[in-house]
């Protein structure tokens, strides 16, 4: 596997994929949207916060 650019992209996923899984693998009923001015952020009370791009 090879990755280029500034975003160590397939880190991050691994990051989150792990993190999900040690959450127990919630559904999506458990998670909540934060939209503002800073951006949008998918959240879960067990996992780290996940930056959204936005439109």
Do not use: C, N
Request: no cysteine; charged share 20%; net charge negative.
């Amino acid at each position: 596997m090879r990755e280029g650019g500034p975003l160590k992209l397939w880190e991050r996923i691994e990051h989150v994929l792990d993190a999900y899984d040690a959450a127990g693998q919630p559904g999506p009923e458990t998670f909540t949207l934060h939209v503002h001015d800073g951006g949008q952020h998918l959240r879960h009370w067990r996992m780290p916060a996940l930056s959204l791009p936005g439109p």
